[in-house]
């Protein structure tokens, strides 16, 4: 560390403090949604929150085995659903599409800790992989050819955070 106290930086809890002399450090401003760019993370996790919540709250259960949503306290927010991108989230094109995603329990999403035991999820090994295809296929036909017909476009698409979020809040 440095010895110099006017400019020593540490790190404390994930967050930046600067020591300012002999003071108490101080964290870092964050950014804000007024000075924050259109494309930044800041936006990215709004409008990621957004499409979220509005399909879980859309959903409201387990697409695979029915468990239900539990809505928090403030009835803003479902949880111990997620959403499972069929076209990786990577791809801004199809990241916010509805028929991208299917909504699983975080046991059949592969997020839970002891999804090892399961048969059928999103994620695991190989053959619980091929369960969930085969569901999917079965299941929800008209997704599964949506998947099929898009899974290799690699099309760009113009477009931002920030006015995504805006889209999505509407």
Partial sequence: MDTDSSASIRIAGGAILENEGQGMAKK????????????????QRKADKAFSDQERARVGNCELCGKLGLPRKDGLEVVGLDLHHLIERGRFRFRYDSANVVILCTSHHGSHPNFRNRKIAAHGSMDVYENFTDWLKRAKPEQWKWYQDNKHDKRLVDGTYKEKYKDLVR
Wanted: hydrophobic share 25%; net charge positive.
């Fill in 28 to 43: 870092k401003k964050r950014r804000s949604a007024k000075t924050a760019g259109p494309k930044s993370r800041l936006w």
